[in-house]
């Protein structure tokens, strides 16, 4: 078998020659000379590289199947070629497709090959894996029978009933490293980390900016690379109380182009503010490029890829020339949390940070605290409400278990108290007050009190006391109170909440609390043994 059996096969059924140029569906323009293909996908770093396959016949083909899936479906739809590549083209020579074959040979074997790979899938529950490679068998035994392909193996595959890929198995297996971050125990370390990182640094801004948004929406890394600074609105302009909505570019909607729609989403103040810290650090980057019609300035993106965009650039997509990459977004989430070595209190290890793993955090509280599932599919921009069900199945589910030691163990990575533990009153700012004296009050025995510490506020307080007390840096518990008891009802309350509410969110609502008097009981001891 060589080149010049196929082109004897071209010439004799009339097919049209590979292309130097082919236009994907969107209207880009991509050179198809040769092996190497360059996707127009500013995104990703997208690369074709044919020379892999050695069968002629079988790189036709795939050459054939690539470029219709190209025009008709989407630039992206190119990258079907790796899926092609790690079963078909991996076996090939394991197979007998390479040398000298004739065409009955090559047939033979192809149905050998496709044969073992879906043994392979079935014994492994990934036959839903196999959605592409038997796509492209069936149109190539449509559309070039005659390369050796079998028209009635192709009937086979088709009368195939194949599963879609199982959703939600992270969710569902609460993997603590792909799974949702903890709500109680995980989640707000990412948060506090957030809030007392202080630097304006600009990669330190991207970090920022990059984990509040995947808290904030949840989305893919993709919708971020193609934000604009001209996305963020604030709404209520010369108002003190601003409120910001973003406009999300949707992707996977079959649009030619991500920023064709949009979703606007309401943006937290907190959160729009490390946005707005980004765009000034964003000012001390050039975005101007050299072109051919002479110096063009790009609009900034959110997030800017210093020296920029080889992918977009490279294919005439000189609008996202700046871009970042989904891999990049990923880069910037992880080295947060390494610059910040945020240790997770449910594996003792460094915490396994993703996209992904946001955008299951907050698919699942908030069907945890009863967001309908059509709303939800509206946030994370599903087409239908099959895909959340998942985050519902889970949603009472979610809560676990919380004892005194637990609380006590986990107290030392949360660190949510920050306020002074002191001897007695003289040590204490009001300590000579009466009315900043706080005691807390058992709410199932109103004649159950602790006298707990003394309130540092000057001013009228507007908290919640006693619950908020332990949160607010002002609180200065005495060391002599019996914190331990507020820890057992609050504990005792906790679990109460839950059987009779059967409510999530009930159930951990007071979970800060807990933790932040767990870490005063631990500091109480250790202020005894000074």
């Keep these: 078998m060589n080149a010049d059996k196929v082109e004897n096969l071209i010439e004799l059924y009339g097919w049209l020659q590979i292309p130097n140029l082919i236009y994907s569906r969107e209207g880009f323009k991509i050179p198809t000379v040769g092996d190497k ?13 044919f020379s892999r396959v050695l069968s002629d016949r079988l790189k036709w083909s795939i050459k054939k199947y690539i470029i219709n899936q190209i025009e008709t479906v989407s630039a992206a739809a190119g990258l079907r070629w790796w899926n092609l590549s790690a079963t078909i083209v991996a076996r090939e020579v394991d197979f007998g497709l390479v040398g000298q074959i004739t065409g009955g040979q090559f047939k033979s074997r192809l149905i050998s090959l496709v044969e073992k790979v879906i043994s392979d899938a079935r014994s492994d529950h990934r036959l839903w894996s196999l959605y592409e490679v038997i796509q492209w068998y069936i149109w190539c035994a449509e559309n070039y029978c005659e390369l050796g392909f079998c028209p009635a193996y192709a009937l086979e595959l088709e009368g195939m009933t194949i599963g879609g890929c199982p959703r939600g198995e992270a969710v569902r297996s609460h993997d603590p490293e792909k799974g949702p971050l903890h709500r109680s125990l995980e989640l707000p370390l990412v948060i506090k980390a957030l809030r ?20 904030a929406l949840g989305r893919n890394p993709a919708n971020l690379t193609y934000l604009k600074e001209s996305d963020l609105l604030n709404l209520t302009p010369g108002d003190n109380m601003p409120c910001y909505v973003i406009r999300m570019p949707r992707i996977k909607k079959r649009l030619l182009s991500p920023r064709d729609d949009f979703m606007e989403e ?81 594996t003792g290890e460094q915490l396994q940070i993703s996209p992904r793993r946001f955008r299951y955090t907050l698919a699942t509280n908030l069907a945890a605290e009863g967001t309908s599932k059509r709303e939800l599919a509206r946030i994370l921009d599903h087409t ?29 990575y949360l660190d949510f108290f920050k306020g002074k533990v002191i ?46 007390c332990y949160l607010c840096p002002k609180f200065q518990p005495y060391k002599h109170a019996d914190h331990e008891h507020v820890l057992e009802s609050l504990l005792s309350s906790r679990e109460r909440r839950i059987e009779k509410y059967e409510n999530a969110r009930l159930g951990i609502q007071l979970d800060d609390v807990i933790l932040a008097v767990a870490q005063v009981v631990e500091l109480c001891l250790e202020v005894e043994h000074v």
């Design 196 to 215: 007392e990182d202080d630097s304006l640094k600009l990669q330190h801004l991207q970090e920022k900016a990059a984990v509040a948004l995947s808290i």
């Design 423 to 468: 001897v007695g009153d003289n040590e204490a700012i009001n300590g000579e007050r009466d009315d900043k004296h706080l005691s807390f009050i058992n709410e199932d025995n109103p004649t159950d009190q602790t006298s707990i510490g003394v309130c540092g506020e000057s001013t009228i307080c507007h908290l919640d006391p006693p619950f908020s």
């Design 266 to 346: 309401y943006l937290d103040t907190e959160f729009a503010s490390i946005l707005l810290k980004l765009f000034d650090a964003n000012k001390t980057v050039d975005t101007t490029l050299q072109l051919p019609s002479g110096v063009v300035t790009i609009e900034r993106p959110i997030f800017i890829k210093i020296g920029g965009n080889r992918v977009a650039r490279a294919t005439g997509q000189f609008e996202h020339s700046f871009n970042m990459m989904s891999s990049d977004i990923n880069i910037l989430i992880k080295d947060f949390v390494l610059r910040h070595n945020i240790i997770s209190p449910i």
């Design 37 to 49: 293909w360059i996707m127009p996908i500013p995104t990703r770093s997208a690369v074709i590289r």
């Design 384 to 412: 239908d409400t099959q895909h959340v069900q998942v985050y519902f199945e889970l949603a009472g589910n979610i809560v676990e278990h919380l004892d005194k030691a637990s609380a006590k163990a986990f107290s030392k």
